[in-house]
């Protein structure tokens, strides 16, 4: 398994059922593929560098998680339809294998 690093942006207006809901369909998406959740560190609410869908604020979340290639994709489809998620990028930590 290789080491990768998720940041997404929800909206600061969500709610934590929300929130939580989309935390728990990442650990699901990386527990079906075997992956495991290494830390998660909430940075909370940013100025974002430019407005999105009219908001200039985000809470921000990054994982360190370690998975297989394989399964990064699926992570990525499930974060491109979850309406929560304002933005996501996912990064593979070499340094961290």
Request: aromatic share 6%; proline share 3%.
């Amino acid at each position: 398994m290789k080491a990768y690093e998720l940041l997404f942006i929800v909206p600061p207006t969500i709610d934590d059922e929300t929130r939580a809901g989309v935390m728990k369909r990442i650990e699901t998406t990386l527990a079906e593929s075997n992956g495991v959740v290494d830390n998660v560190d909430n940075w909370g609410k940013r100025k974002l560098a430019y407005e999105i869908n009219g908001l200039s604020d985000g809470d921000y979340t990054l994982i360190d998680f370690h998975a297989d290639p394989q399964s990064i994709a699926e992570l990525d489809r499930v974060l491109r339809i979850n309406d929560a998620v304002m933005r996501h990028m996912v990064v593979a930590r070499a340094d961290r294998d």
